[in-house]
């Protein structure tokens, strides 16, 4: 039937059709058609049969623009992968060829044929015209049943019957990953980019790989990656990953990838006798990976290795697990356990996003944690078969990095897992081609895995491009009249609704292929990135002030998700929201048509070749877990790893060559899908998810009113929203070059350099011991400064004494909001907030506010080359000396923490610690959450007085890390052709030759140092503004003067789903082992004394802590074992101690989560343990467990500046602590006996009658908050008697 008009002609809906090819573009569309009930353009649609379980359909239909098409969508757009523009009335009359987009252009298939399936049978035919008999094994011959969609290489479709001849499928020509990336460029195209073209040079000139990453494949197909690597020095890090995830999952096995994982992680017995030798393990399970580490050291005190045990433990998992029944039951309960207790607000909305941005794959409907019904179904049997189709070498990767020797890695991966059966080999008649590394290794229909000789189902993508027809045929297609009431397609918009969210979020989402890092080119096109998005994000928080629009903006290639995925995610107050979102969408359109300034290239160039410049530097101190896992996500999508020293190579020949009309056309390719919303040539989003809440409340009557938004309003406004003038977009900020210039001179008067050189002899202290460096600055100013060279960059933390405690009775929160206030406003002096913004990106600079129940602090990262220090030092200067308090700031800080408040009660989790805190401190508002009515009371000239009573710079206690001494920087200085591959410990004299400063250097760089602090701190004048009042420290209630009943806090959070979590607490100990009057009171009761284990380490300032913090992890080892291991309560139970500095006393806490029928049992073992440690005391075994657990952490956590900073802080306030608390950490947790644990717990206050519990539970049902016991039984909802369940989120 000719003619555009002509009939569907009358179909059977058992009627199927039979597509083959002979071409190797065809192949992924060959198998069987059905046809289904609907037609779509007045011609039947036929869908492919056979596909695995929740894959992507493939549907061949006729199309709006009047072709027939190979496509995923069911609706009748046009897109697609093949289309054949002929207007038949049934697929089988089609005489016109098919065009296939083939991976880089769009070319005709004369051999692909559709053919009713009746027909073929009839004429008893085993081929067909056209058709040399690719690959298409017969189902009923016990070959697949049908093929999985892909591009090169694939296997082809099966017809159950007759069976057709098994040929083997080409080889593929190239990356498939390349491939994808080609297809989208070219594609993009289409729209508004026109690509910059590449200089040859950098097209054709390939990446170098990383010399000392080791890779191979074992016989039985199993692969591994080695990479030496002494970060932390004597330790190793060994991964095994099993390329199996949630998405693998037949629909009635949801959520067995993770129970797989469950059972063989906790049921290996080898891995239980790492337990104590300091090793530490875990395991994960997400849509496509399964993986289990361990992260041990290389030997014990005694000399046993401990690589090969822990390579035995991972084959056991791996490979061996017993899967007993008891231990399958105790897995089946933490499973539901923890989905219970993940299943929060972020878990939702990020579920919720998924949905939409994966519409057309499982990503977005078959998340790990699984189906409850189906959890609590599965036997044994189940399991084993679920372990035996996935868990086999050939499907595996282990992964080794530490300070291991390569022949000695390799010998034991040989050894332990050569001899593990093959299983799945690929055979040729399957037409899988067998796991290569490089080129063949990606496979597209399973998100970037590797190939198994079975199928997997199809996970395709559903990318922002155009992908069918020439431009003008899309143009058309796309094209919409408003005067109609036309709309432009988005992608999917989803909004979800819920009672319990605060804010409103919109989030715009665009998915594309990711584009594999193999050539200089890659690497140009990265850096355009890079700076589009730093240039575009500083822009939008630049007009924050006036729009209250905080924006997130990101391009990334995602591990879990297989693609590269723009995101632009508003938040925004309900009742702003169109200020908001228009300020975003006006910024990201400008960007988009104009591109961005010479100075702003300039600046974010300079800013990323420093950041690149800083791998080189911390390349010997990044730890072997994050050297694994970069490897681990750059092999996913065939980046090439590259050694720190290579990729700045790299960087530096490609930056020459990056312009501002390349950051343009990136501009377009990757946010035009939001800029250019609307028009015709625009790429269409992937997805916009909306998360809203149902009310909000109006301050003004105090009451709380619906809120409702629409995909009208939000489709209205986007297309609304004006352009930006080029003039107005392309505005430049002055960017000033220093904050102070002359300004010091004043400050400093005459003489300066005699004035600090005197100073300084009188003033600076060195601890030999620990290099540690004091101070004494003229104001009154403490500094405490350490030499390090972990980080490339330097690190600081001001503080003062205050905090939250320091607050007023009639001012709660004073604090807080000023301190957010001089953050919000973000100008200092006669500088904008802009040009501070600036100011700190050209000078790689970060400076934040904020502050603790104690203390008041600023932190700074700040970079070490360029007067990175003096930079950050003059806006410090300026931050105490000229604060701009500003009322819009204020406000703005006022309302965010009203937001806070609001959004604490609505948390299950966070409201439950905050009554705990309540009645345990009688709702003495320092230690809650801010109320509501509290933050009303205050005004900007209180929270300034507040704020400006504690930033005192005669307060201050000054504390640096860094590398000050300029090893780092001799080092940069010395890269000059061959590769440093990490620190080893044989070569440890010759780095340290390399990298050896001159004594006159030295000490010329400590000099300048100090001159720094003394020049832009020291010279800031005395505050003449009172301190505030230091002595009003918190006090825990007296509990045996409270009943059982006030000392419990009950209460239902009205929610559609179930959850409960509760917090047990009473009173501690500071860090150095004081209270205050009433727990000294409770400890004279005791007769307690630090002194009764009669430890000769006593007196040390260390002492108590090292014994609480022991005392700590025996704590939580019991709480696994026995509320989650043992008795299956909970998922997640955890011991915390408050371990305050300067506040006298403190508390504990304990968590606790649980399905709401089993909180109160948890409860009451949570309880158990935390008092049965009188009863039971600590064992030396546990001991020795908690002590290698704290070393590995501190010797860990050494490598970082942050836990430097910790170290230092309060060496200089009027406490114990003084330098031996630096020196002597692993003296003292070496000195610990059992006793000493011991005796630490009998300073908690742990009795019965000295316990406060909150305990709380969601789901349906009406609110309520309570003391003493819950209620027997819960009411739902009902209505006129009738039960009706609330549905308290809805789903547009």
């Known amino acids: 039937a000719d003619g555009a008009d002509a009939a569907a002609a009358p179909l059977a809906l058992g009627q199927r059709l039979v597509v083959n090819s002979a071409q190797p573009a065809g192949q992924p569309f060959c198998g069987e058609y059905q046809v289904q009930s609907f037609t779509r353009n007045d011609r039947p649609v036929f869908q492919k049969a056979g596909l695995p379980a929740n894959s992507q359909a493939v549907y061949l239909l006729f199309n709006e623009a009047g072709q027939w098409a190979f496509t995923p969508h069911a609706d009748g757009r046009a897109d697609g992968w093949a289309f054949a523009q002929d207007s038949a009335g049934s697929p089988s009359e089609i005489k016109g ?64 019957e007759p069976v057709y001849e098994s040929v083997e499928l080409p080889t593929p020509m190239a990356s498939v990953g390349r491939l994808h990336w080609k297809a989208h460029w070219a594609a993009s195209e289409r729209c508004l980019v026109r690509w910059v073209p590449a200089p040859a040079a950098l097209a054709d000139k390939s990446l170098p790989s990383h010399p000392a990453v080791k890779r191979g494949v074992l016989p ?50 080898k891995r239980e006798r790492l337990i104590g030798t300091g090793s530490r393990s875990n395991a994960l399970t997400d849509f496509q990976h399964t993986i289990y580490h361990i992260h041990a050291p290389v030997k014990l005190e005694d000399g046993r290795g401990m690589y090969m045990p822990a390579l035995e433990a991972l084959h056991e998992i791996a490979f061996a697990p017993e899967m007993l029944p008891h231990r399958i039951e105790k897995e089946r309960k933490a499973v539901l356990a923890e989905m219970q207790q993940v299943n929060d607000m972020e878990y939702r909305i990020e579920t919720w996003t998924l949905s939409g941005l994966h519409e057309t794959n499982k990503l977005g409907t078959q998340f790990p944690i699984g189906k409850e019904e189906q959890i609590k179904a599965w036997q044994q049997k189940d399991l084993r078969a679920f372990h035996e189709k996935w868990y086999y070498p050939g499907n595996a990767t282990l992964y080794v990095v530490g300070d291991l020797e390569e022949e000695d890695m390799i010998k034991g991966i040989k050894k332990v897992f050569e001899s593990t059966p093959a299983r799945h080999k690929p055979s040729k008649d399957s037409a899988i081609l067998e796991p290569v590394w490089g080129a063949g290794s990606e496979d597209p229909r399973s998100l970037f895995r590797r190939k198994l000789g079975k199928k997997r189902p199809e996970q395709l993508h559903n990318f922002s491009l155009p992908m069918i027809g020439t431009e003008s045929v899309f143009t058309e297609a796309a094209s919409f009249d408003p005067s109609k009431g036309e709309k432009p397609w988005q992608g999917p918009l989803r909004i979800f609704r819920n009672e319990l969210l605060e804010g409103l979020q919109f989030n715009f989402y665009a998915k594309a292929p990711v584009r594999p890092l193999q050539t200089l080119e890659d690497i140009r096109h990265l850096v355009a990135v890079r700076i589009l998005i730093g240039v575009l994000q500083f822009r939008i928080v630049s007009r924050y002030s006036s729009n209250h629009a905080p924006v997130q903006i990101d391009h990334s290639d995602s591990f879990r998700e297989g693609c590269a995925v723009t995101s632009v995610t508003v938040n925004a107050d309900p009742r702003d929201w169109r200020n908001a979102l228009a300020c975003v969408i006006q910024e990201v359109r400008a960007i988009c048509d104009y591109g961005i300034t010479e100075s702003e290239m300039k600046r974010y160039m300079d800013a990323m070749l420093k950041d690149v410049e800083k791998g080189v530097q911390e390349n010997d101190t990044v730890p072997s877990e994050d050297h694994l896992n970069f490897i681990m996500t750059s092999d996913v999508f065939d980046h090439v790893v590259m050694h720190p020293e290579q990729s700045y190579e790299a960087f530096k020949e490609v930056a020459p060559t990056v312009n501002m009309e390349q950051v343009h056309t990136a501009a377009k390719w990757m946010l035009g899908f939001l800029g250019y919303y609307g028009k015709a040539a625009a790429p269409p989003m992937t997805s916009i998810v909306v998360c809203t809440p149902t009310q909000v409340f109006q301050e003004h009557n105090g009451q709380w009113a619906p809120f409702h938004i629409t995909e009208d309003e939000i489709v209205e406004l986007m297309l609304s929203v004006p352009d930006k003038s080029k003039e107005d977009a392309l505005n430049q900020v002055d960017v000033p070059e220093s904050l102070l210039k002359d300004h010091l001179e004043k400050l400093l008067g005459k003489d300066p350099i005699d004035k600090m050189t005197a100073w300084r002899e ?43 405690s320091a607050d007023k009775p009639e001012e709660l929160g004073a604090a807080m909001v000023g301190v957010r206030t001089v953050s919000e406003s973000g100008a200092v002096s006669t500088f904008s907030r802009e040009q501070i913004e600036l100011f700190a990106v050209s000078n790689l600079m970060s400076v934040h506010l904020d502050l603790n129940l104690e203390f008041s602090y600023i932190d700074a990262t700040f970079s ?148 720094a602090l003394w020049k ?27 009943s059982p009943e006030e000392r419990q806090r009950n209460a239902h959070l009205e929610d559609s789903d ?120 600590v064992s030396e075994l546990e001991l020795s467990t908690a002590r290698r657990t704290l070393m590995r952490r501190h010797e860990t956590d050494l490598q970082t500046n942050e836990y430097w900073i910790s170290l230092l802080t309060h060496l200089q306030y009027d406490n114990p602590k003084d330098t031996t608390c630096v020196r002597d950490i692993e003296m003292m947790l070496q000195k610990l006996t059992w006793r000493d644990v011991q005796n630490a717990y009998t300073s908690l206050l742990t009795e019965p009658h000295q316990l406060f519990t909150s305990v709380s539970t969601a789901g349906p049902g009406s609110s309520f908050i309570s003391g003493g016991a819950r209620p027997t039984s819960q009411p739902a909802s009902t209505s006129s008697g009738a039960a009706a369940k609330k549905e308290l989120i809805e789903v547009d």
């Open 762 to 804: 009188c003033s600076r202290k060195v601890d030999d011991s620990t290099g540690i460096v004091q101070l004494m600055l003229p104001n009154g100013a403490k500094v405490n400064y350490a030499c390090t060279t972990n980080e490339s960059q330097g690190s600081m933390r001001m503080l003062v004494p205050g905090g939250r």
């Open 97 to 160: 060829a098919f065009t296939i987009w083939d991976g880089t252009t769009w070319a005709p298939d004369a051999t692909l044929r559709v053919l009713d399936k009746a027909a073929v049978l009839s004429a008893g035919s085993t081929s067909t015209p056209g058709f040399s008999g690719a690959a298409v094994a017969g189902g009923a011959a016990g070959g697949p049943a049908a093929s999985d969609m892909g591009f090169y290489g694939q296997q082809a479709s099966a017809v159950p």
């Open 1058 to 1177: 179930e959850r409960a979590v509760a917090n047990i607490g009473g009173g501690a100990p500071n860090r150095w082992g004081k209270g205050d009057a009433y727990h000294t009171k409770c400890m004279e009761a005791k007769k307690f004394s630090w002194d009764a284990p009669d430890n000769a380490m006593k007196d040390h300032p260390l002492y108590p802590s090292m014994c609480l913090l022991a005392m700590r992890e025996v704590i939580n080892t019991r709480l696994f074992s026995t509320v989650r291991d043992s008795l299956g309560l909970s998922y997640d139970c955890s011991f915390e101690l408050s371990m305050f500095d300067r506040l006298p006393a403190g508390w504990y806490t304990c968590t606790v989560s649980a399905h709401p029928s089993r909180i109160d049992e948890a409860v009451t073992a949570a309880k158990d343990v935390v008092m049965g440690v009188k009863k039971r005391p």
């Open 864 to 1011: 070490m080359t360029d007067n990175g220090l003096s930079a950050c030092l003059e806006l410090l200067h300026l931050l105490f000396q000229e604060p701009r308090w500003e009322l819009p700031a204020f406000v703005r800080a006022q309302q965010a923490y009203k937001a806070q408040a609001y959004a604490v009660q609505k948390s299950l989790e966070q409201s439950t610690l905050d009554r705990l805190m309540g009645i345990m401190y009688a709702n003495d508002g320092r230690v809650s959450e801010p109320k509501v009515e509290d933050l009303n009371k205050l005004t900007l000239a209180k929270v300034r007085k507040a704020v400006s009573g504690q930033l005192r710079p005669q307060d201050l206690e000054i504390n640096l890390v860094g590398d000050f001494e300029g090893r780092a920087q001799a080092k940069m200085a010395a890269v000059e052709g061959g590769l440093s591959t990490g620190k080893h410990r044989e070569e440890e004299a010759q780095d340290a030759e390399v990298v050896e400063v001159p004594a006159v250097a030295r000490e010329r760089r400590l000099r300048e140092l100090d001159e």
């Open 1016 to 1042: 832009y701190l020291g010279s800031v004048p005395q505050s003449e503004v009172p301190q505030v009042e230091m002595d009003r420290a918190p006090v825990i209630c007296e509990s045996e003067k409270l």
């Open 220 to 269: 039985n197909g199993m692969r591994y990656v080695m990479l030496k690597n002494a970060m932390p020095p004597g330790r190793f890090e060994a991964h095994i990953e099993l390329h199996v995830g949630s998405i693998d999952e037949e629909p009635h096995e949801q959520g067995i990838a993770h129970m797989m994982e469950h059972v063989c992680f906790l049921g290996s017995r």
